[in-house]
């Protein structure tokens, strides 16, 4: 589904991401993880088209998108759900879900399915999302990105700031979308344990760089807990 190849990014004259190579596959979630300030956050930006890459390929069901704006990315198939929710404060909850849908042709309506997967969302569509808890605009930010149905889900630190029972839920959320087998999910963690319970693969980035990768049952073994404690 997503194949990264030795891309590597710049901010300036800092050297980013060095030849950075992971992969994502229908039906699995793939764990993206490491201490702050390792890049990872810039890898999502790069395979969503916010920053640009020097060199490398990203590749989206076997075609490069290196060059395709974030909406022909988004168009394409990848949602995306940025790190700190950025939801839109002012607007409902049905709006900021109708948002969710502008890739889409007009009048495409939300799926009921995102009220089943978070069902406090359709007690309070009236609602400005700026009101809500801040567990309850990352399940919004999490529904608007699956408005669009896609087939990528990019996932940027969806713990941060969560009380533990919203965690449950978001981990459940991803998991069941995962086992249906009609998704690849990219997720960026720093929670250790809640990335093991999650991944089917895993990757660990260091200064940029990967460092380590493998099966998701294996991370225990493979000392992944120690690569990434602060």
Known sequence: MLNVKNINQY?????????VSLSANLGKVTVVL????????????SLMGLVP????????EGKDIHKATPYERARAGI??????????????VEENL??????????????????????VLKQMLGRRGGDLSGGQQQQLAIARALAAKPKLLVLDEPTEG????IIKDIGRVIRMLADRGDMAILLVEQYYDFAEELADDYVVME?????????GQNMEAEGVRKLVAI
């Open 98 to 119: 109708r948002m969710g849908l502008a890739s889409q042709a007009g009048g495409t309506p939300i799926p009921t399915e995102l009220y089943e997967l978070f069902p």
């Open 79 to 92: 949602g995306f759900v940025p790190q700190g929710r950025e939801i839109f404060a002012r607007l409902t």
């Open 34 to 45: 490491g201490r702050n300030g390792v890049g990872k956050t810039t890898l999502l930006k």
């Open 11 to 19: 901010y300036g004259g800092s050297h980013i991401l060095r030849d």
């Open 207 to 215: 200064r940029g760089a990967v460092i380590a990768a493998g099966l």
């Open 162 to 165: 969560i009380q533990p029972s």
């Open 53 to 60: 890459i020097k060199n490398g390929s990203i590749e989206f």
